[in-house]
């Protein structure tokens, strides 16, 4: 089984259970002023140290323990790299721990995580159950405190164990700094390949740190701007079909597209609504280039704006009450924001260079922008009023911002200059709202167009 088919799978068969473990697991009393927690806010905080040791393997099938003992080793190390990523904290050095053989259901020596550093200290297990399942356990302990913040028991096919080692870091990460983590979640964007003349587009999936790698279509036809449903089930695209723009919607659990719209004129950006009924997108007819939305019970389209320029890149607002857009409605491209019924039009961005692709945080609070001046290219945010407007980035081009479903880390992609019949290098990078915390998104070739799904349910 592939590695899409066994996403598939676990979205639509629903294996995956998760309890909070009652006495003893659930989170324990205590002081919460002396409890660890990180200031997600704080640009100049320095990383939490925090230890994670090899999960303990047990197998009610004995012949299954050595694949549990590898499972528990792998887990640790995906857990452990979703937190660093994150750049809030810092895993130790295995070399350095002195307890071992800890267990979740035995209290730790903390003297002996105090004497490395280690702040936070996450202790886990994995057993193999007879039934074919496989129940994964974690404690997450303040070692300084020497209290339990949270536990959780998961029990799951063992093919699923890298959406668990996701869920335990997020648990640890919602636990630690008080927002919700986005390591359970997806990537869509497009793979690049080819050369400059004949560049091969098509689209590609995988976890949000570049494990389990998979593709969605050929590359016989040009596809671009992949954006998530609300459900993270489907995706919109839009495609290129004998030279002609063609909106898709493709059902990752069934693998089944279906054409939404065979325009006349151009179309761009297909995205869907917060409640996932509705696809907004921009449409150029007779010369004229407008939003509309479309219902997708009844395919039918709706005009949100009539104006003699160029208005294209909508996006909701997390309360489907308005979308943003980019448009040269005032002479250069400038961000504008309407009421979802289209009334309402007010500019929001005033700087001296192009704005476009603005897309709305999932708080509400933000709207993310790509920025062009003086032949530089930057990924910015600002407030929906246009407030407190300020660039995370800068590059010879940064492109097509898209959020994790917490709004606080930003994915865009990166293009490099281009060599003598060769095209140039397009890769996939993240920043936090900090700006502090930049990091390469690992792909399998040269990636564009990234879209971030919602947390998988």
């Known amino acids: 089984m592939n590695a899409l088919l066994a996403w598939r799978r676990t979205l639509s068969t629903g294996l995956l ?6 006495a003893g697991i659930a989170t ?17 905080m320095e ?3 925090v230890a994670i040791p090899v999960f303990s393997a047990q197998s009610q099938v004995p012949s299954r323990l050595p694949e549990m003992t590898k499972l528990g080793d792998d887990m640790a190390g995906v857990i452990a790299a979703d937190l660093e990523r994150s750049g809030l904290f810092r895993p130790l050095s295995k070399a ?14 903390f003297p002996d995580w105090k004497a490395i550093g280690a702040q936070g200290l996450v202790v886990g297990s994995v057993n193999f ?11 997450l302990w303040d070692v300084y405190g020497q209290q339990q913040l949270t536990g959780v028991k998961y029990q799951t096919t063992p093919d699923n164990w890298r959406q668990i080692s996701h869920r335990v870091a997020d648990a640890i990460y919602q636990r630690l700094t008080g927002e919700e983590g986005y390591f359970d979640t997806r990537i869509v964007y497009v793979a690049e390949s080819g050369s400059a003349t004949a560049r091969v587009k098509r689209l590609a999936i995988m976890d949000q740190d570049g494990a389990n790698n998979s593709y969605l279509t050929k590359g016989d036809f040009l596809a671009l701007t992949p954006r998530f449903s609300p459900s993270s089930q489907e995706i919109t695209y839009l495609s290129y079909f004998n030279n002609k723009p063609r909106v898709y919607m493709y059902n990752l659990e069934t693998g089944r597209q279906e054409l939404l719209g065979d325009f006349d004129g151009m179309t761009f950006a297909p995205r869907f609504s917060p409640d996932g009924n509705q696809v907004v997108m921009s449409l150029a007819k007779n010369g004229n280039t407008d939003i509309y939305v479309m219902d997708l019970r009844t395919r039918k389209m709706r005009r949100l704006t009539d104006a ?21 409605r005032g002479g250069g491209q400038q961000i504008y924001v309407m009421r979802a019924d289209g009334s309402g039009v007010k500019r929001i961005s005033f700087g001296k260079g192009r704005y476009k692709t603005p897309v709305w945080s999932p708080r509400g609070d933000l709207i993310a922008f790509t920025f062009t001046s003086g032949g530089k290219f930057k990924i910015g945010v600002m407030r ?26 930003i994915m865009f992609f990166r293009g490099y200059p281009s060599r003598s019949g060769q095209a140039g290098k397009a890769e996939l990078r993240s920043i936090d709202l900090t700006g502090r915390n930049e990091r390469k998104v690992p792909t399998a070739g040269d990636a564009s167009d990234p879209a971030w799904s919602p947390l998988l349910k």
């Open 308 to 328: 003699p320029d160029i208005d294209t890149s909508p996006s909701f607002s997390p309360d489907g009450q308005f979308i943003t857009f980019e448009s040269d």
């Open 384 to 409: 929906p009023d246009g407030s407190g407007e300020r660039m995370l980035t800068e590059s010879f081009l940064d492109e097509g911002p898209t959020w994790a479903p917490n709004g606080r880390v």
């Open 129 to 139: 159950l007879a039934d074919g399942r496989v129940e994964v356990v974690f404690r």
């Open 17 to 22: 259970a998760a309890l909070m473990i009652a």
């Open 47 to 49: 990383p939490i140290p």
């Open 96 to 109: 350095a721990y002195i307890e071992q053989g800890l267990v979740p259901e035995r209290r730790p020596r």
């Open 28 to 44: 324990a009393p205590g002081d919460a002023r002396a409890q660890l927690m990180v200031d997600i806010t704080n640009p100049t």
